[in-house]
């Protein structure tokens, strides 16, 4: 299994202008998450799926939006960037049956700057 | 709303040195409470999770351990060696809360030869 892959690794914008950060798991997991880190900072939740066809706001959703139409795929897509959103982005996943004892699994990290 | 802090932010130690990492939390409505481990340029690993009804877990030369009431959860490395150099989260995970984890800001460890 691959896990959580995220494309790009890195990405330059220029202000205002768009893209969409890809996220991927193998796992057959239902729930998958977007967040962004500061530096030096903790993570913050952007958006959030229980599944197909479900997302929801997390914390920081301003300026993103999300789909999600496959169980495999849930792409993060930023308009009109900003150097604010300047992070970088971790995408996760984790199982349906999320129980206590279950933790969430992490992809590699799109790094972004916005100048 | 919940909020995690973790202190030191920064760490340097000479290797062989057992440290004492921290973290708070000011709702103890929690569900479970995790660390992580984050290199630079990679994501995040799962080093240890305690659940609500539990008070530490150990694996290998860490162990963690957990006080709801207090609202405090260390994490403890033992001999540490320059490998355990990185960055070190902890994570809350809050009753009622669906599956929102709410992170602190992370400890920043050296561990010098």
């Known amino acids: 299994n691959a896990g959580v892959t995220q494309t790009p690794k890195f990405r330059i914008l220029k202000i205002g202008q768009s893209m969409t950060l890809q996220c991927a798991q193998d796992?057959?997991?239902?729930?998958m998450y977007w967040y962004r880190q500061d530096p030096g900072m903790g993570l913050k939740l952007i958006y959030y799926?229980?599944?197909?066809?479900?997302?929801d706001k997390g914390e920081v959703p301003n300026g993103y939006n999300v789909s999600r139409s496959t169980t495999e795929d849930f792409p993060l897509r930023l308009e009109l960037a900003a150097p604010s959103q300047t992070s970088v982005y971790f995408c996760?996943?984790?199982?349906?049956?999320?129980?206590?004892?279950?933790?969430?699994?992490f992809g590699p990290g799109t790094r972004l700057t916005v100048l | 709303k919940q909020e995690v802090t973790q202190i030191p932010a920064a760490l340097s130690v000479p290797e062989g040195e057992n440290l004492v990492l921290n973290c708070s939390f000011t709702?103890?409505?929690?569900?479970?409470l995790q660390w992580f481990r984050q290199d630079p340029g990679k994501g995040l690993t799962s080093l240890l999770l305690i659940q609500s009804s539990q008070r530490e877990q150990t694996s290998g030369r860490l162990n963690a351990s957990l006080d709801k009431s207090s609202g405090r959860s260390t994490l403890y490395i033992a001999a540490s060696q320059p490998g355990d150099s990185a960055t070190y989260l902890c994570a809350v995970r809050q009753e009622n809360a669906g599956n929102m984890l709410t992170f602190g800001g992370g400890t920043r460890l050296m561990v010098k030869p």
């Open positions: 709702d103890s409505a929690i569900y479970n």
């Open positions: 799926s229980v599944g197909a066809g479900i997302t």
């Open positions: 796992m057959n997991h239902n729930y």
């Open positions: 996760a996943s984790s199982p349906k049956r999320w129980g206590a004892s279950d933790t969430q699994y």
